[in-house]
């Protein structure tokens, strides 16, 4: 099937660790994103990727870092510097282009808490 | 920068009514609009995407519209079914990068 998967589902971050969220697509797309939900409120974009060994920051990337050293995966980890990590994560990954209709396409999502 | 706002936060329906979602943004230099429904706990699905160029998009019960003048957007949901109860989202789109802004939802539930 295509699609985007993300794992883990479920992650805990202990006090002053790293972790990586990851996110693999197999629609072909070049570009993908990640965001940030927070209760009850819309979606914050992180950091966003047009093409393999480029990305930029979103609106809100401080204490997050990402690569994209293949196509099909974008994952983005989430820092010590990162004082309230503990949100819904989200990514995405659309077509791009002067025809493309740049509908995005979303993951299931990543919930993190912090221990 | 764009700004996307929706009211209500929350609505609830009995079953068969129509529903309208409201979204408002503040910038008319908009590429495209989309709107989404999101399940509690799950990501999110595409539900309609009008380019800048179109005035409404149309899929079986959905009907979305966009008036960049009014910087407003409204989806239409025609005899609502409980099976409609989630949160939509409507995001506005920029051209570069593809970046979308998201508006904090609207929570609907709709009793049978």
Known sequence: DGGITQSPKYLFRKEGQNVTLSCEQNLNHDAMYWYRQDPGQGLR????????????????????????????????????AQKNPTAFYLCASSTKGARAKNIQYFGAGTRLSVL | KQEVTQIPAALSVPEGENLVLNCSFTDSAI?????????????????????????????????????????????????SQPGDSATYLCAGGKAAGNKLTFGGGTRVLVKP
């Open chain 1, 45 to 80: 974009l992180i950091y966003y990727s047009q093409i393999v060994n480029d990305f930029q920051k979103g609106d809100i990337a401080e204490g997050y870092s990402v690569s994209r050293e293949k196509k099909e995966s974008f994952p983005l980890t989430v820092t010590s």
């Open chain 2, 31 to 79: 590429y495209n609009l989309q709107w989404f429904r999101q399940d509690p706990g799950k990501g999110l699905t595409s539900l309609l995407l009008i380019q800048s160029s179109q005035r409404e998009q149309t899929s079986g019960r959905l009907n979305a519209s966009l008036d960049k003048s009014s910087g407003r957007s409204t989806l239409y949901i025609a005899a």
